[in-house]
């Protein structure tokens, strides 16, 4: 099968790779022209046989836009656009309507597995119609795990990408959870090997997984994170979860939390906790520190 693919960055780049190894026709478009197989847009379209299928994997918000608009300039009745970045799920369904009156398929595929998917493979879910979703399953095969597990096609226009959402929600708060057991650990007078306890989670335990192994890799290449800041950047998903939770009135303490602990991080000298202080001070006459 053929397939054009538009960012070939840390993400993009793999898929390639895997894709092709599993036997399939890529022809791909970056930005950097050494990563590049075309020049342009409309010559990567130019090398696709009809029915084309064309994936981006550029950064979501205006790039992606501007990317589907130029397609949807290029292609033909009966081609299928995915757009495989982190796009808001809403987002999804307006742009399967403005490509319908041209006969422009659309697919909306959350993807998980960074760096490593080349190898391991990916996390797929899928939004759109189910013709379409048949069409482009072979590209699905090469990318997901080996096995029964790694592939959903989630539902309509949207689903990929809100499953991709609530997933990396879910991520920011078991990440929360490690971060946080592992202060309590290093804070212990007990307990003189924490790394050494981190890697006795990694079989065996109810809390082991892939995150995990990743922290202990991380403990191995510097012991004591000292090499980092305690700095956490996010990219939007967790912030997009909790306003669902809020919208369909479900609990999700947890999801909350992490999302706030992220903005935290980004603060030197916390204004809030600033006021606790003061608080403190006033009513009880608590000593603070200047």
Known sequence: MQLGLIGLGRMGGNMRDRIRAAGHEVVGYDHHPENSDVA????LVSKLAAPRVVWTMV?????????????????EPGDIIIDGGNSKFTDDGPRAERL???GIKYLDVGVSGGIWGKDNGYALMVG????????????FDALKPAGEFGFAHAGTHGAGHYAKMIHNGIEYGMMQAYGEGYEILIASELVHNVPAVIKSWR????????????????????PTLSGLKGYVDDTGEGRWTVDE??????????LAASIFNRFESRQDDSPAMKAVAALRQQFG??????
């Open 285 to 290: 006459g608590h000593a603070v520190k200047r």
């Open 40 to 43: 342009n847009l409309a010559e």
């Open 59 to 75: 950064p979501a918000g205006q790039i992606t836009e501007d990317a589907i608009n130029e397609l949807a300039g290029l292609l």
């Open 245 to 254: 939770a809020i919208r369909l009135a479900v609990p999700a303490h947890v």
């Open 203 to 222: 079989e065996g335990s109810v809390v082991k997984s892939w995150l995990l192994d990743l922290f202990d890799r991380a403990l191995d290449e510097d």
């Open 100 to 102: 319908k009156p041209k």
């Open 128 to 139: 759109g119609d189910a013709e379409d979703v048949a069409k482009v399953q072979p590209i």
